[in-house]
């Protein structure tokens, strides 16, 4: 399994931006297919979106088409989470997941490996 650690998250008025980052340590991401998720207090976790390599295709859950945009940097190993536009419904700690290739785009949490240890996104009103 592959060690992933998020970072970039913060505190940022409605209408703002922020770029999340999920590091790998210990293995390649390129190799996977990576997943962002996010909580809120009391709610499940959920997708948010998912990359592949292999093309740079990305899929997003409705809310987010259009504000956010999945990327990734195979020399830094790293994958980006850019958010603009964000509302305070966009609150949550998000998380990102690695899974096998062929399991890219699915969105139930339960086909994931590896998970981060999430990073905080606040959007205040």
């Known amino acids: 399994q592959v060690q992933l650690v998020e970072s970039g998250g913060g505190l940022v008025q409605a209408g703002g931006s922020l770029r999340l980052s999920c590091a790998s340590s210990?293995?390649?991401?390129?190799?996977?297919?990576v997943g962002w998720f996010r909580q809120a207090p009391g709610e499940e976790r959920s997708f948010v979106a998912a990359?592949?390599?292999?093309?740079?295709?990305?899929t997003y859950v409705e809310p987010v088409k259009g504000r956010f945009t999945v990327s990734g940097d195979n020399d830094a190993n790293t994958v980006f989470l850019r958010m603009d536009g964000l509302s305070p419904e966009d609150t949550a700690v998000y998380y990102c997941?690695?899974?096998?290739?062929?399991?890219?785009?699915?969105?139930?949490?339960?086909?994931?490996?590896?998970w981060g240890q999430g990073t905080q996104v606040t959007v205040s009103s």
């Open positions: 210990g293995g390649t991401l390129a190799n996977y297919a």
């Open positions: 997941a690695a899974t096998v290739p062929q399991n890219w785009g699915f969105r139930n949490p339960v086909h994931y490996d590896s």
């Open positions: 990359f592949r390599w292999t093309d740079g295709r990305a």
